[in-house]
């Protein structure tokens, strides 16, 4: 019963370095998501997919990178970690963008 | 871009009360999602709508799907401690191949019990 599953749970990492959140569903989604939670701003939308090999952004998508080369995976990539990505990082799932999305338990991200 | 408001931003009641709160728009939307967020968790639905004037209960919460398709309602009844936590909506906007859920800023309730 697994659901969405993302890892690392807590990551600390230095201004420059880069780094891979991963992110898995084992409910067969076709839709999948990054979404990043910052005090008092909510969920902002950085990547988001509607399949197997298709990818588009969302609303803050500067600084990520994302690709799905399976339906059950989504990394999201930092390429040059900065001090402002310091963040709570959320992936979800959903069987499309108007059904619900099934959240992981987030990533939590510091960077020095 | 795109805005929900979502009202009020915060609530401290007491045990028993019933909670209402609200998230409105200028545009219209095709779906309503009611999500609670519970303290290093991630959002767990709790509603979901898809009809303009919809009705639908879990338990001691009720939404509805406005009828202007603009906004949309969350009422707890007979709170219990366990339901504070923040409480989001998302929605999609009904607008030809939009795949983007929209979120207010969330609703953040304490109970005092």
């Known amino acids: 019963n697994a659901g969405v599953t993302q890892t690392p749970k807590f990551q600390v990492l230095k201004t420059g370095q880069s780094m891979t959140l991963q992110c898995a569903q084992d409910?067969?989604?076709?839709?999948m998501s990054w979404y990043r939670q910052d005090p008092g701003m909510g969920l902002r939308l950085i990547h988001y997919?509607?399949?197997?090999?298709?990818?588009d952004q969302g609303e803050v998508p500067n600084g990520y990178n994302v690709s799905r080369s399976t339906t059950e995976d989504f990394p999201l990539r930092l390429l040059s970690a900065a001090p402002s990505q310091t963040s709570v990082y959320f992936c979800a799932s959903g069987d499309r963008i108007n059904q619900p999305q099934h959240f992981g338990d987030g990533t939590r991200l510091s960077i020095l | 871009g795109q805005q929900l408001n979502q009202s009020p931003q915060s609530m401290f009641i007491q045990e028993g009360e019933d909670v209402s709160m609200n998230c409105t728009s200028s545009s219209i939307f095709n779906t309503w999602l009611w999500y609670k967020q519970d303290p290093g968790e991630g959002p767990v639905l709790l509603i979901a709508?898809?009809?303009a004037g919809e009705l639908t209960s879990n338990g001691r919460l009720t939404a509805q799907f406005g009828i202007t398709r603009k906004d949309s309602f969350l009422n707890i009844s007979a709170s219990i401690p366990s339901d504070v936590g923040i409480y989001f909506c998302a929605g999609r906007i009904y607008a030809g191949n939009n795949r983007k859920l929209i979120w207010g800023l969330g609703t953040s309730l304490a109970v005092n019990p």
């Open positions: 997919s509607v399949g197997a090999g298709i990818t």
């Open positions: 709508l898809y009809k």
């Open positions: 409910m067969n989604h076709e839709y």
